[in-house]
């Protein structure tokens, strides 16, 4: 049975939701879906999440799971308005999360009371894990270097590897996030991913258009692994750590680092209201590297 996928596209964030799906039987999961929030105003609402639920209701879906690639760094998670909505769906993740959740609950100065187990989660996936969703069925791959929390998901012929591998003309994620590593993700890819078919069709989690081309979202890992520009195959390991970590320390942070992952490690919920019914986020100064000097171009999360 090969499972019917619909891409979903935020152009705020170049963020791409997936709905993989079993025609048949109707049985389905998400994979990232987005929660809209602008920066300037700090306000949240649920368009590119709405569109999904729509599609999902049109077609009387039965979504089996909400599946979460990362603790994204650029768009808040939209997982928590998908299960109000779709009750008898989980949420998981890769385990690794447990890592980037003790990271950065230091970051954000976060009370002794929130959880670093990955608790905030129906479920924790492991490397190499099957799991039944309905009908469908679908392979963890843990593909760390852009986070230590990375997974790609495997349905059949086709994989979903959120910020691992981007389209071949925009190359990979970036590895200079808390617990990143460019050998990581070099690993990842060259030794994991690649040792995959040919044919086997690489749907990404960002399309950031280079050149200002059409929006495409995938790929067969074959043209990959003969023209990623940034990763491929003939590339070696030393070559590509070299010019990863040179091109990420030339970037800025991603637009909405502070607010995207906080709310994110929790499983995509939103702070706890105050005293005066008010939630608010929490962004330290001066946390990680200083910026590139010039703020004459922000690049998003991006990039090869």
């Given at each position: 049975m090969k499972p019917h996928i619909e891409p979903f596209f935020d152009p705020r964030s170049s963020?791409?939701?997936?709905?993989?799906?079993?025609?048949?039987?109707?049985?389905?999961?998400?994979?990232?879906?987005?929660?809209?929030?602008?920066?300037?105003?700090?306000?949240?609402?649920?368009?590119?999440?709405d569109v999904v639920l729509d599609f999902v209701r049109a077609r009387e879906l039965q979504v089996r799971y909400v599946l979460e690639t990362h603790a994204h760094a650029d768009h808040l998670s939209g997982s928590?308005?998908?299960?109000?909505?779709?009750?008898?769906?989980?949420?998981?993740?890769?385990?690794?999360?447990?890592?980037?959740?003790?990271?950065?609950?230091?970051?954000?100065?976060?009370?002794?009371?929130?959880?670093?187990?990955?608790?905030q989660f129906d479920q924790l996936l492991e490397h190499g894990e099957v799991t039944r969703a309905g009908s469908l069925e679908f392979?963890?791959?843990?593909?760390?270097?852009?986070?230590?929390?990375?997974?790609?998901?495997r349905f059949g012929d086709a994989i979903f590897t959120g910020d691992a591998l981007f389209m071949p003309d925009?190359?990979?994620?970036?590895?200079?996030f808390p617990g990143g590593s460019a050998a990581a993700l070099y690993h990842s890819i060259h030794e994991v991913l690649y040792a995959l078919p040919d044919d086997t069709w690489v749907f990404t989690g960002h399309d950031y258009q280079p050149g200002g081309r059409e929006l495409e979202f995938g790929a067969p890992l074959g043209e990959?692994?003969?023209?990623?520009?940034?990763l491929p195959m003939t590339r070696t390991r030393e070559d590509f750590v070299l010019w990863r970590e040179g091109r990420d320390?030339?970037?800025?942070?991603?637009?909405?680092?502070?607010?995207?992952?906080?709310?994110?490690?929790d499983g995509g919920r939103l702070p706890s209201p105050e005293a005066n019914e008010q939630r608010y986020l929490r962004i330290p100064i001066?946390?990680?590297?200083?910026q590139p000097a010039s703020d004459a171009e922000l690049v998003v999360e991006e990039l090869a």
């Open positions: 963020t791409l939701t997936y709905v993989v799906w079993d025609a048949q039987t109707r049985d389905a999961v998400v994979i990232d879906p987005v929660l809209d929030y602008d920066p300037r105003a700090s306000r949240t609402w649920t368009e590119s999440v928590q308005v998908v299960r109000d909505a779709l009750p008898n769906s989980k949420l998981a993740v890769g385990a690794g999360i447990i890592e980037v959740q003790r990271t950065f609950k230091d970051v954000f100065g976060l009370p002794d009371s929130f959880a670093t187990d990955g608790s392979e963890t791959i843990a593909t760390p270097g852009h986070t230590p929390a990375c997974v790609t998901y925009a190359g990979t994620g970036r590895t200079d990959h692994k003969a023209r990623n520009i940034a320390a030339t970037l800025h942070a991603p637009q909405l680092l502070f607010q995207s992952v906080q709310v994110n490690v001066n946390a990680f590297r200083p």
